[in-house]
């Protein structure tokens, strides 16, 4: 795959666009962008899309505007329109390096989908990707031209071979505590306990003060789940609401998990994007391409983010940066099973 | 040990034997296990017999290997641990009834994931035999089922034959009159004729009485042929009708054995009802021919009776059959719809008669069966729902 990306900033420059019908596009936008799928109907081109709370183009991360990906003849596209019955039997999954991958990232299938797919990709194959979405209720955050979907997923089928990074940078707070008690997203107890009592327990402790509940949204960006891995990783898991002694994380968590409550300094994030980013560009990355969890992004904040995306854009090799800010993360070269990852930065280098 | 090794052991040795169903335990075992270690994929495989091995349950990337040569290999081996490529190594283990086959990128710790197999090899042994044992344990109820199924099915057949015997017998008792009413008619028009004495008068007389008998027989021949032929069709039908035809049946049999069949009450509206057609007549018959048994063995008994009623009820058609031949015995009374239960000799009793009239009301028309003592003998109530609609 050629990379060729735009970033249009108005609904306008997307009308004008100079689109042809040889190729097909991938558009990827905001809850601020305006659409108007009939429009893009009307000039005849194959075209799929997904909603996501913010874009990354070059030095800067954008709350409005289009990423247009332009994918010529040899990509091979494919818009899963619900990600609980799809079936991957006939699918050409096998016959490409690369999976990007966009899921509707508040849809409870995503994980098993995820592990569906992954039965169905080739040994070497690498799957990279990221959850649309907004925090609208009742939002369809997958489009193509027949409309808008949700529980969707679109896989973009490459030959390139994609080098990815998947950063970190957060340190144990409390733990270890192990799930006694857990369903899906919802996170009961921990070492037989309420699990919210526990974690604002550990959160008040950290802070020095009492935390009224109110506030208590605010503060849960900062400090997520790490489920224990044998590698000495996380799979980080991030607490998105809570209710009576249940926390509702952004990603399935299973009973007898060891986790521990983590915490970062803002230092600690930005270096371990920036080993990331190196480690990727070391091997002759000139495009990057990047799938940022939107709660780090709120801990980072945008300005030091923005900071971090010049420096990126300063390395001379490097040729574009784009990317989006997303609901969940996806990052797998086959060297593992796979995992529907939050609060973490993918990093995807595209060499050619 | 550290931490992250204790985690993957705790949460290992947790997803083991948690379902009797031997693909879905395998199933978590291997997810949770795959997960933990940073597999790529893992299978296993279970050794039903000695020839056979049947992959249960697999996860992640699929056909990397060739399982009859490992197959062959762990028959020597318990653990086979190689490179498949030049990035990935092969990890089999051999279990009691089956093996393990995992893949794994080349950077692993393996001394630490072979001895955590090692250490759970005792409790997933146990769990496949559990798993195994209750799949075998199915299999004799689902055939011991399927026995007495066809068993059932048999002894109803029986019922249903020794049921036709006793009502042809029936029928020829009543065909008995009329025959010699038609006998008596022609042999009459006969002599009459050849001593030329038949009037126009009598002519009429004979033939008459003639048509009235035949038609008469024509009538038990079509509730006969109703009992036996249409008794898989499901028709409205009037439950006068019906409780009139079984005491029809059965009065003149009943009559040799000085039984008296008593209408007590029958409503006058006519109540429909959708069955069966030979259901109903088949509970009725059920019932009233044990009731006739019980009486037949009360030699002392001098005046025997069974009553019946027809009620109708709010939400009900009630039915009643009472009998003077003393009550069924209180130690048994729970056990009458049970079935192979009988109180009868061997030759006489199947068990299956109360049996299959509790079936018929109780599970197919969802109706009541049951019988209360009262200060005369045994009376059974059939009650069928009102206002429902029967998908028989």
């Known amino acids: 795959m050629n990379v060729t990306v735009a970033f249009l900033e108005t609904s306008e420059q997307l009308e004008n666009f100079n689109f042809s019908n040889k190729n097909k596009y991938l558009i990827l936008c905001t809850q601020n962008s305006k659409l108007d799928l009939e429009k893009l109907n009307s000039l005849n081109i194959e075209y799929y899309g997904a909603i996501f709370p913010k874009l990354i183009f070059k030095n800067k991360i954008f709350e409005d505007g289009y990423l247009i990906c332009i994918l010529k003849n040899n990509v091979h596209i494919e818009f899963i329109e619900d990600m609980n019955t799809h079936e991957f039997d006939n699918s050409t999954l096998s016959n490409y390096n690369t999976l990007i991958t966009i899921i509707d990232g508040l849809s409870d299938y995503n994980t098993a989908f995820l592990e569906n797919m992954y039965e169905h ?34 896989i973009v089928m490459i030959d390139n071979i994609v080098d990815i990074g998947v950063s970190g940078g957060w340190q144990v707070l409390d733990g270890p505590f ?81 986790i521990n409550i983590l915490k970062a300094k803002e230092s600690d994030l930005l270096e371990s994007t920036a080993s990331t980013r190196n480690q990727v560009l070391q091997k002759g990355a000139k495009h990057l391409m990047i799938f940022e969890c939107v709660s780090r992004l709120e801990y980072l904040t945008v300005n030091s983010y923005s900071k971090q995306l010049r420096e990126l854009n300063k390395c001379e090799s490097i040729k574009s940066v784009f990317g989006v800010i997303s609901i969940g993360e996806v990052a797998n070269s086959g060297e593992k099973y796979i995992d529907l990852l939050n609060k973490s930065c993918v990093i995807g280098g595209i060499c050619h | 040990m550290s931490l992250t090794k204790l985690s ?13 169903n031997l693909e879905e335990m395998m199933e978590e075992f291997l997810r949770t296990f795959i997960k933990e270690t940073g597999a790529i994929s893992g299978s296993f495989f279970v050794n039903r017999s000695l020839d056979l091995c049947e992959e249960v349950a697999s996860l992640g990337k699929k056909n990397l290997f060739n399982m009859e040569s490992i197959k062959k290999r762990l028959e020597d081996e318990t653990l086979i641990l190689e490179e498949v490529d030049t ?5 089999a283990y051999k279990v009691k009834k089956g093996c393990l086959i995992f893949l794994y990128s080349c950077e692993n710790d393996f001394d630490f994931i072979t001895s955590i197999l090692e250490s759970l090899k005792n409790k997933i042994e146990i769990n496949i035999d559990s798993c195994l044992n209750v799949e075998n344990l199915k299999e004799q109820i689902e055939e011991a089922t399927k026995e007495n199924l066809e068993k059932e099915r048999q002894l109803f057949e029986q019922l249903k034959m020794s049921q036709m015997g006793e009502l042809i017998g029936n029928i020829a008792h009543q065909w008995r009159q009329p025959l010699n009413i038609i006998s008596t008619a022609t042999s009459g028009m006969q002599i009459k004729k050849e001593l030329d004495i038949l009037t126009d008068e009598d002519f009429k007389e004979y033939t008459k009485s003639i048509l009235e008998n035949s038609s008469y027989l024509s009538g038990t021949i079509d509730e006969f042929r109703d009992y036996i032929k249409d008794s898989n069709k499901e028709k409205e039908i009037i439950v006068q009708d019906r409780l009139k035809m079984a005491t029809e049946m059965l009065r003149s049999s009943f009559s040799l054995e000085s039984i008296n069949i008593i209408e007590e009450f029958v409503e006058e509206e006519k109540l429909h009802f959708k069955l069966v057609l030979g259901d109903l007549l088949q509970v009725l018959i059920t019932i009233f021919n044990n009731a006739k048994e019980a009486l037949v063995e009360k030699d002392d008994l001098e005046y025997k009776w069974i009553k019946y009623s027809l009620r109708k009820t709010d939400y009900t058609i009630k039915i009643t059959i009472e009998d003077n031949a003393g009550g069924v015995n209180e130690k048994i009374k ?17 068990g299956i008669g109360l049996y299959s009239a509790y079936g018929i009301i109780v599970n197919k028309l969802d109706g009541k069966l049951y019988v209360k003592n009262t200060e005369f003998g045994a009376k059974f109530y059939i009650e069928l729902p009102l206002n429902v609609n029967y998908i028989i």
Do not use: W
Request: glycine share 8%.
């Open chain 1, 121 to 154: 990709t080739n040994i070497n194959s690498t799957i990279i990707g990221g959850g649309a979405g907004t925090f609208e209720e009742n939002k369809k955050h997958l489009f193509n031209n027949n409309g808008f979907y949700s529980n969707s997923s679109i």
């Open chain 1, 178 to 258: 192990v799930v006694t008690s857990s369903k899906g997203k919802l996170l009961k107890e921990l070492d037989y306990k309420s699990a919210f009592e526990l974690y604002k327990a550990a959160i008040e402790k950290d802070l020095g003060k009492k935390v009224e509940v109110k506030d208590f949204y605010s503060l849960m960006k900062d400090y997520p789940l790490g489920i224990v891995k044998n590698d000495e990783k996380y799979i980080l898991r991030d607490p998105i609401s809570f209710q009576k002694d249940f926390l509702h994380l952004a990603g399935d968590i299973e009973n007898n998990s060891v």
């Open chain 2, 8 to 20: 993957v052991s705790y949460k290992c040795v947790n997803s083991i034997g948690n379902s009797l």
């Open chain 2, 87 to 91: 990035s990935i190594k092969l990890l």
């Open chain 2, 334 to 350: 729970d056990k009458i719809f049970n079935p192979y239960f009988t109180t009868k000799h061997q030759a006489r009793g199947t």
